[in-house]
């Protein structure tokens, strides 16, 4: 029934294809775009998915001298469709600083000489999982504190409400902000991972008021009573009974959350405190599109976000509505 009632609309089924083609292309991306071969056949040897294995005897090897006298008769290879690597600058790739789109690098170089087009498509891994992970650790989070706080009531649930309260006082944005900047800086999956966390300890307000009020309507009904009389435990009853048929708004919140947590990370690597180089994402080339005034720069990360965050509100609108008895036909 929610699926009927969702795909009645084209906007939300074409939310929901965009949001697939963005983890198809973040799960596929080294397939798309890659400093080494699919498969490459060399020297009387085969490697099958060099791209992904780095073997040692290719490390000095890329793409680019392979496809230009590195390949001698007999060998052959499965080149990817852009054949750099988002971390390849201007002395692997022979480029020069800051090129316009060509035919040979379709969205340009940035400022070390690096394909733009392959930053974005391995930047769209970071992106998605900085939304989804910290997401997903806000709404753990917020269920927990949410439902204990909903269930039990009395004194646990006004120390929730007050931590929560202290947590809401503080602008979101402002505080991630300030978090990040007394951290100390960290590069690589660090980065990432601390954003993650940043992201997670603090975003978890609005889910825990929204579990709470989910689970007090939820707590009152007649099969949780049933489940009491039968002698069950407070705490099966509750993971049993009462947070299954409270999670629907969850679900609807978290659809919004990860167009909230995308567009988050974008803003924090635009002004320095999120993913930090060289690893490639969508606000660290916004970031560097601001440093060089380069208007491709803008527009196709700019995009990117833009379309990633429609996206995910379409979707979550569609969720909701879905998930809405009186709409449903």
């Keep these: 029934m929610a699926w009927r009632q969702f795909k009645k609309r084209r906007l939300n089924l074409m939310g929901l294809m965009f949001i697939g083609s ?55 290879g499965l080149f990817p469709p852009l054949p750099y690597g988002p971390d390849e600058d201007l002395g692997q790739l022979r480029t020069t600083r800051l090129e316009a789109p060509h035919l ?28 989804i992970l910290a997401v997903g ?29 202290v947590f809401m006082s503080f602008p979101s944005f402002f505080l991630i902000l300030t978090i990040q900047a007394l951290l100390p800086t960290t590069a690589g999956v660090t980065s990432v991972l601390q954003l993650v966390a940043v992201i997670g300890v603090t975003g978890w307000t609005e889910i825990s008021r929204l579990v709470r009020a989910e689970v007090i309507r939820a707590r009152v009904n007649d099969y949780v009573a049933a489940a009491r009389a039968a002698g069950l435990s407070d705490t099966r009853i509750l993971m049993r009974y009462v947070l299954p048929n409270s999670l ?12 909230g947590a995308v567009l988050l ?14 690893m490639a994402s969508w ?8 440093e060089t005034r380069r208007g491709w720069m803008v527009l196709y990360p700019g995009l990117a976000v833009f ?19 009186r709409l449903r036909s």
Excluded: C
Excluded at 140 to 164: E, K, N, S
Excluded at 248 to 259: E, N, Q, R, S
């Design 248 to 259: 629907g708004p969850v679900l609807v919140a978290a659809t919004f959350g990860v167009a």
């Design 22 to 76: 963005i983890f198809g292309v973040a799960f596929f991306a080294d397939f798309v775009t890659s400093d080494l071969p699919i498969v490459l056949h060399r020297g009387g040897q085969t490697w099958i998915l060099p791209n992904l294995t780095r073997p040692a005897a290719l490390l000095t090897t890329n793409n680019l001298e392979l496809l230009q006298g590195g390949m001698n008769q007999g060998d052959w």
């Design 137 to 165: 650790l806000y709404v753990l989070i917020g269920i927990l504190l949410g439902a204990t706080a909903g269930y039990f009531g009395g004194w646990l649930d006004t120390a929730i409400g007050r931590v929560t309260e």
């Design 265 to 278: 990370e974008s803003a924090l690597s635009f002004l320095g405190f999120g993913v930090q180089p060289p």
């Design 307 to 325: 379309l990633s965050v429609t996206a995910y509100n379409l979707a979550g609108e569609g969720l909701r509505d879905a998930l809405d008895p």
């Design 104 to 131: 040979k690098h379709p969205l340009g170089t940035d400022d070390r000489g690096r394909d733009v087009a392959a930053r974005m498509i391995h930047g769209t891994r970071v992106t998605l999982t900085v939304g």
């Design 283 to 290: 606000g660290e080339l916004l970031q560097q599109a601001r």
